[in-house]
């Protein structure tokens, strides 16, 4: 049962936009930081490259899809054509070469979920992760990035919900709650649906970009910057968007019965997918289609506990957005 809330928006809503956009302001990492990813970006490139001349990085994440805060790791995948390519081997090797030029606290994680190495540049103190032949991250990752040039509400809403996330601790995969990822799909989800739209579905759109990776093939529109009038009929300010927001996740999602999909920028059954019951560790208590991977649930980490404390943060959140004088900081008060 969905359980349906007819409250009515605040009536000084929009003026509290300036107080959100400040701190959206103040997350968004400075230019400085940006090349120091660069510059630690080539380091790796020509430390990979003087052994395996045809492999080629890429960034991928939030310090690649224009998500990312101030201050956060880089996340690097190398691209390496080799049929017979042993990752547990190739890591340790890679591993090798990263000690030998000078970086530090390299670590390889051969039996993680997704194998990488982990490393710490003294140069420019940031840490970085390094995993192997990972397109598809590469790929959903412009995805991302180009949603946020359409409209620029998507990248600050982003913020605002991952820096709640963060700050009420459900943003942490490993203890059963959402990954960054998983609320970027929900924001860009969450626009496409808005009446008049802000963000179209770039993946039924004509295709411009086309590439398989990993057996999929993803293909959608990416001439993003011929889509920036798209949302401006819509008049939405980003308090208004982000009251409706948790209102939505609230009150309004059918948890039962949907997923959400920005691959079709609608809904579709649970039935339809057959993520109706627990299989092995997935349990599908809420449900992000990923857009090219489409067999994978962003919330099959959440679990029957989780869940609750997902939805009682919500239930917080819509609350504070409603009633509270000052949301924008009682919003993100520490857990
Ligand atoms: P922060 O590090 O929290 O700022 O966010 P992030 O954008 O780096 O996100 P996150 O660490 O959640 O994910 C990194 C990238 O991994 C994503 O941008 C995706 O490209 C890719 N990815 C693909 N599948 C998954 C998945 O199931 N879970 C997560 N977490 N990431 C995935
Ligand atoms: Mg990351």
Same mark, same amino acid.
């Given at each position: 049962r969905i359980r349906k809330r007819a409250v009515l928006c605040r009536r000084d809503i929009d003026a509290l936009s300036p107080s959100f956009l400040s701190i959206f302001e103040s997350l968004v990492p400075a230019e400085e930081e940006k090349a120091k990813q660069k510059q630690l970006f080539q380091l790796l490139q020509n430390l990979v490259n003087r052994k395996w001349p045809n492999a080629k990085l890429y960034l991928y994440g939030s310090c690649a899809n224009t998500f990312g805060f101030s201050k956060s790791d880089i996340d690097v995948c190398l691209a390496i054509d080799d049929q017979d390519l042993n990752k547990s081997d190739f890591l340790l090797e890679l591993a090798d070469i990263l000690v030998s030029g000078n970086l530090q606290n390299v670590q390889a994680l051969t039996h993680a979920r997704v194998p990488i190495v982990k490393l710490m540049d003294p140069i420019t103190g940031l840490s970085c992760d390094i995993c192997v032949n990972n397109l598809l991250a590469v790929v959903n990752t412009k995805l991302l990035k180009d949603y946020a040039q359409v409209d620029i509400r998507l990248r600050q809403l982003v913020f605002i919900v991952k820096h709640w996330a963060k700050s009420r601790r459900v943003n942490e995969t490993y203890q059963g709650t959402l990954s960054s990822y998983a609320y970027v799909l929900?924001?860009?989800?969450?626009?496409? @649906?808005?009446?008049?739209?802000?963000?179209?579905?770039?993946?039924?759109?004509?295709?411009?970009?086309?590439?398989?990776? =990993?057996?999929?093939?993803?293909?959608?529109?990416?001439?993003?910057?011929?889509?920036?009038? !798209? &949302?401006?009929?819509?008049?939405?300010?980003?308090?208004?968007?982000? %009251?409706?927001?948790?209102?939505? %996740?609230?009150?309004?999602?059918?948890?039962?019965?949907?997923?959400?999909?920005?691959?079709?920028?609608? !809904?579709?059954?649970?039935?339809?997918?057959? %993520?109706?019951?627990?299989? &092995?560790?997935?349990?599908?208590?809420?449900?992000?289609?990923?857009?090219?991977?489409?067999?994978?649930?962003? &919330?099959?980490?959440?679990?029957?506990?989780?869940?609750?404390? @997902?939805?009682? =943060? !919500? =239930?917080?959140?819509?609350?504070?957005?409603?009633?509270?004088p000052t949301p924008s900081t009682t919003l993100f008060q520490l857990y």
């Amino acid at each position: 049962r969905i359980r349906k809330r007819a409250v009515l928006c605040r009536r000084d809503i929009d003026a509290l936009s300036p107080s959100f956009l400040s701190i959206f302001e103040s997350l968004v990492p400075a230019e400085e930081e940006k090349a120091k990813q660069k510059q630690l970006f080539q380091l790796l490139q020509n430390l990979v490259n003087r052994k395996w001349p045809n492999a080629k990085l890429y960034l991928y994440g939030s310090c690649a899809n224009t998500f990312g805060f101030s201050k956060s790791d880089i996340d690097v995948c190398l691209a390496i054509d080799d049929q017979d390519l042993n990752k547990s081997d190739f890591l340790l090797e890679l591993a090798d070469i990263l000690v030998s030029g000078n970086l530090q606290n390299v670590q390889a994680l051969t039996h993680a979920r997704v194998p990488i190495v982990k490393l710490m540049d003294p140069i420019t103190g940031l840490s970085c992760d390094i995993c192997v032949n990972n397109l598809l991250a590469v790929v959903n990752t412009k995805l991302l990035k180009d949603y946020a040039q359409v409209d620029i509400r998507l990248r600050q809403l982003v913020f605002i919900v991952k820096h709640w996330a963060k700050s009420r601790r459900v943003n942490e995969t490993y203890q059963g709650t959402l990954s960054s990822y998983a609320y970027v799909l929900m924001c860009i989800h969450f626009l496409q @649906l808005r009446r008049p739209a802000i963000l179209p579905c770039l993946q039924a759109m004509n295709v411009t970009y086309n590439v398989t990776v =990993e057996n999929t093939n993803c293909a959608y529109f990416d001439q993003v910057e011929r889509l920036r009038e !798209f &949302g401006v009929r819509n008049k939405e300010s980003i308090a208004r968007l982000l %009251w409706s927001f948790f209102q939505y %996740w609230a009150y309004h999602h059918d948890y039962t019965n949907d997923v959400i999909s920005i691959r079709t920028g609608s !809904f579709i059954s649970k039935e339809a997918k057959d %993520w109706t019951r627990r299989i &092995g560790n997935d349990r599908h208590l809420i449900c992000i289609e990923d857009p090219f991977n489409i067999s994978h649930d962003l &919330g099959r980490v959440v679990d029957k506990y989780t869940i609750k404390i @997902l939805r009682e =943060e !919500f =239930e917080r959140a819509a609350e504070i957005m409603q009633y509270d004088p000052t949301p924008s900081t009682t919003l993100f008060q520490l857990y």
